[in-house]
């Protein structure tokens, strides 16, 4: 029996009227004023180019009435910073978007209609579970005129509010077993986010639970340690040689990457080198990895020098940050409060350093003789603190950085909020050096040592590679040694 599919009216539920107009004006207002990177981001050089751009997208905004459709102009906007520390947010004061759509099937249409259509040729479609969930995974069909790939449709619910024919989610194909996923929540509202396929069985949706394929059954190599852990902060060994995999610097703390450093510690000395992973690391806190730097430094580095964006709007959020007291009055400051209040208004407008040096020194407290060389993995999605990693660590003679440039999402952070209408605005208020019109890292980000196409085994690669790096490095001693003797 061949599956005939259809799909029902479909409901976009917005949770109020959505003046755009105003939103954009308020979003534009916002960066102008409080953007701490704006001021590097529109020059006299691309004055014009922006401005033709804001009217664009105002134009555009005056267009729309939904909500989806409001937030899809704001992000535009952005595009033109190019920095991923900027974005907007739905507002916590507003209701998302709620989305209802329904393709009748059961379990017995889908398997029917599997083995017809030669389904077997795509792993992504099957039937596959997470927690109270049963979906079945289908190509978007033909009589549709969403912008998808793939629906996941209910096939059995263990929560009420969903039943079976109810889509849970969208598949678009982003590149090879990469998507970008909407997810309907329990709510119905909808979850932006991104998914991989990571092997027949197993879909990761970024930020929500894995879906495990369950029919068709599959027969699966042993998964190793590395590739199980991979979204997890642990650290094992490739044949011996030590692999440390930091997937954020949010998940874990110092403290815990310390104590696992220290467990792990004679076996780390005695080691030609040691692997750090920090692939798709998108940040979190830089203190994280500082247990890592006495494994990673040869001597100093020098760090530069940080400051800040100083307006009325940023100044009152730092200092209901340094008072712990929303809005407090002037008059009612401590010395100590008023003291740093009269700094920042004193410096309103202007990029502002407390330290006049470029850079500091940093010096590790310790510094320990081995490994001998550190291999560090990166890629385009390392980012913010992943990326001031890198920047330390390859100061170091021990240090060589495998894969593709990072993110570029640095040059600004201490990322402030700001209510627009239905949204928030999200926008970095500080400044990572004193130089970032001359030597930006931003979009561009950091340079691998040795460049690694993402099609390729860079882990493989760089163990390979580093073990010839030795070998040379070790033979040329040698060489040296000998002409000494001689």
Not at 4 to 25: G, M, P, R, Y
């Amino acid at each position: 029996m061949t599956l005939v599919l259809f799909i029902s009216t479909l409901i976009s539920l917005q949770a109020q009227d959505c003046n755009c107009k105003d939103a954009f004006e308020a979003t534009v207002q916002a960066y102008e004023e409080n953007y701490a990177l704006f001021i590097y981001k529109v020059t006299d050089q691309n004055q014009s180019l922006y401005d033709a751009h804001k009217e664009l997208m105002r134009n555009k905004a005056g267009q729309v009435s939904t909500l989806s459709e409001c937030k899809t102009v704001l992000d535009r906007y952005l595009h033109f910073f190019r920095d991923g520390h900027t974005y907007i947010l739905n507002s916590s004061s507003s209701e998302e978007d709620l989305y209802f759509e329904k393709i009748p099937l059961s379990e017995k249409q889908f398997k029917d209609d599997y083995k017809a259509k030669n389904f077997t040729l795509n792993p992504i479609l099957g039937i596959w579970e997470s927690g109270s969930y049963t979906v079945a995974i289908i190509p978007n069909p033909e009589d549709n005129n969403r912008e998808r790939d793939y629906v996941g449709i209910i096939l059995d619910s263990g929560n009420p509010d969903w039943e079976q024919t109810d889509v849970k989610f969208e598949l678009i194909s982003d590149f090879g077993t990469d998507y970008q996923v909407n997810f309907m929540l329990g709510d119905h509202s909808i979850y932006q986010t991104t998914g991989q396929q990571v092997n027949n069985s197993l879909l990761e949706l970024d930020g929500l639970n894995a879906w495990q394929k369950i029919w068709p059954e599959q027969t699966q190599k042993p998964v190793n340690e590395i590739d199980a852990k991979f979204k997890e902060f642990h650290l094992s060994y490739i044949e011996e040689i030590p692999y440390l995999r930091l997937p954020s610097f949010g998940s874990v703390g110092a403290s815990f990457v310390d104590s696992t450093l220290q467990a792990h510690h004679e076996n780390i000395m005695k080691s030609d080198f040691m692997i750090v992973d920090i692939r798709g690391n998108s940040g979190g806190s830089d203190y994280t990895y500082f247990p890592l730097l006495p494994y990673i430094l040869s001597g100093p580095i020098e760090v530069p020098v940080s400051g800040y964006w100083y307006t009325d709007y940023n100044i009152q959020f730092w200092m209901d940050y340094i008072t712990g007291e929303p809005n407090k009055k002037v008059e009612d400051y401590t010395p100590n409060e008023k003291e740093k209040f009269d700094v920042m208004m004193s410096n309103k407008g202007t990029p502002f350093f407390e330290n006049p040096d470029y850079s500091y020194t940093y010096n590790a407290d310790t510094l320990y003789m081995g490994p001998q060389k550190i291999i560090i993995l990166q890629d385009y999605e390392t980012a913010s603190s992943g990326e001031t990693l890198v920047f330390r660590a390859k100061q170091s003679d021990r240090v060589v950085v495998y894969g593709q440039s990072t993110a570029g999402v640095v040059d600004g952070f201490n990322g402030f909020g700001i209510e627009i209408g239905s949204f928030e605005a999200i926008f970095p208020t500080s400044f990572r050096a004193k130089d970032l019109k001359e030597n930006p890292i931003d979009p561009h980000g950091i340079a691998p040592d040795v460049y690694v196409n993402e099609k390729v085994d860079v882990l493989e690669y760089a163990i390979e590679h580093m073990r010839q790096l030795l070998e040379n490095e070790h033979g040329q001693k040698l060489q040296f040694a000998t002409s000494q003797t001689d």
